[in-house]
């Protein structure tokens, strides 16, 4: 998701700016990484996600309350949570301050992309707001596909992402659950891949053109975040079936990619579409609300099954620099 948009150094008029207008800059920053419309945390994700949660709940025979079955004490309780909560706050402030940056760059090589293309692109000048939200989203998500199959199969990086991987329960926060070195990575990445998917779709991004943004985020992002993404790392099983999971990616398969079953290595990457999944071969259609255990359980991953802090940020980057035997 394109949602870290950096600090601005200067004025407009490219005098330097007041020290206190730096310090308001960031503070702003700092509260839009932590609660702003492009963060799943955000207050009014959060409030859509508890009413759905309870209407889910409605449907369901369970034998504790409403409270006690939406944030389970044994869940909020657990050391893993306890580390989610510190890597989302490591990885706020790396966007607060900028580092993760992706946005910014990614019209940079969509046009170095397209004049080297032997056909002419859509000019995205002369698109709605509205279509160019929706390209930019899907290729957003595409990005998103490839980053995250990436890290599975890319043996070196994958120690990076086993920090995600490690969570034995799951939260809201989980998804921000990422070695901060790997949010680099990430960025890095997806950057070269919006890039050239988008250099293919739209060519050269007018500094002109807009996208249908809520509040400087995508207007397709905040849609899916609030009907799917803040269910895909939480504890409820959600399964939209055999016809929908070939379209979207539910909770439930999500949770199955997190699965220490063998036969759910490699599937589902997808962060909102299954379609990815579908056409590359990695799609696992769920069988309604599988029984699944979480973690990770070789030795070589034993250090981040801790969930303490220092294990988590030193023993990744030593295995991505160990000789390979």
Not at 217 to 237: E, G, K, R
Not at 286 to 293: A, C, H, Q, S, Y
């Amino acid at each position: 998701m394109f949602i870290d948009r950096g600090l601005t150094p200067s004025r407009d008029n490219g005098t330097l700016a007041p020290l206190g207008e730096y310090d308001m800059d960031f503070a702003r920053e700092l509260f839009d990484s932590f609660f702003g419309l492009g963060t799943v945390t955000s207050p009014i994700y959060l409030f859509v996600c508890v009413a759905i949660a309870f209407l889910i709940y409605q449907t369901r025979n369970e034998d504790d309350g409403f409270v006690a079955w939406l944030v389970p004490r044994h869940i909020w309780t657990h050391r893993s949570t306890g580390l989610d909560l510190v890597l989302f706050a490591i990885g706020r402030v790396m966007s607060a301050l900028g580092l993760v940056t992706r946005f910014t760059v990614t019209p940079l090589f969509a046009a170095m992309f397209a004049d080297h293309l032997p056909w002419n692109a859509i000019d995205g000048a002369n698109l709605s707001p509205i279509a160019l939200g929706f390209i930019f989203w899907i290729a957003s998500d595409f990005s998103v596909y490839w980053v995250h199959r990436a890290h599975h199969q890319i043996k070196t990086i994958w120690p990076l992402h086993a920090v995600h991987h490690s969570a034995e329960v799951m939260t809201p926060f989980t998804a921000y659950r990422q070695h901060p070195l790997g949010l680099l990575v990430i960025a890095a990445i997806q950057t070269m891949i919006m890039g050239i998917v988008l250099g293919i779709l739209i060519g050269s991004l007018n500094p002109d053109a807009t996208t249908a943004q809520i509040f400087g985020v995508n207007a397709f992002t905040i849609v899916a975040i609030l009907l799917m993404s803040n269910f895909h790392h939480a504890h409820i099983n959600i399964s939209y079936g055999p016809v929908l999971e070939r379209i979207f990616i539910s909770p439930t398969m999500h949770r199955v990619h997190h699965s220490t079953d063998p036969a759910h290595y490699n599937k589902n990457y997808g962060s909102f579409l299954a379609i990815w999944d579908w056409m590359f071969g990695t799609l696992y259609v769920t069988k309604g609300n599988e029984n699944l255990t979480l973690g990770l359980t070789t030795k070589d991953d034993a250090p981040l099954m801790t969930h303490r802090l220092g294990p988590v940020l030193i023993d990744p980057v030593r295995r991505m620099f160990r000789p390979t035997r």
